[in-house]
């Protein structure tokens, strides 16, 4: 029950986010703007700190080639697959994990409810 509760509490936060991305979106429109908000550019608007922490833990441990020097190749992780998602457009990948998110957490908060109803 608490999972189903959480995931709903991240849902509802990405939707926040989602309605904050599409603000950016609405002012860029009218300052004639033909630009949408990236999710990078979301995440350094909110947090330019950890956008760069986060990248430098990555790269630095996380990525096998960088971490393994016997591996002798060049990172993969963070730059060509993370920045390529932090290249998409905010509104739609946020509202989609918001989405996904309420739905999962509805769904097991669901079945704890049947459950507890049922042993009664």
Not at 80 to 99: G, K, Q
Request: net charge positive; aromatic share 14%; with cysteine.
């Amino acid at each position: 029950m608490i999972i189903g509760r959480l995931l709903i509490f991240l849902g509802i936060v990405f939707f926040i986010l989602t309605l904050v991305s599409n603000y950016f979106d609405i002012i860029s429109q009218i300052d004639n703007k033909s630009t949408v908000i990236q999710l990078g550019q979301l995440w350094f608007h909110f947090s330019p700190g950890s956008l760069q922490l986060t990248e430098t833990i990555i790269s630095r441990y996380v990525d096998p080639c960088s971490a393994l020097e016997i591996l002798n190749c060049s990172g993969f992780i963070w730059h060509p697959f993370i920045s390529s998602i932090l290249l998409l457009p905010a509104a739609p990948v946020l509202a989609f994990f918001s989405f996904i998110l309420i739905t999962f957490g509805i769904k097991k908060s669901g079945r704890k409810r049947a459950n507890n109803q049922s042993i009664k």
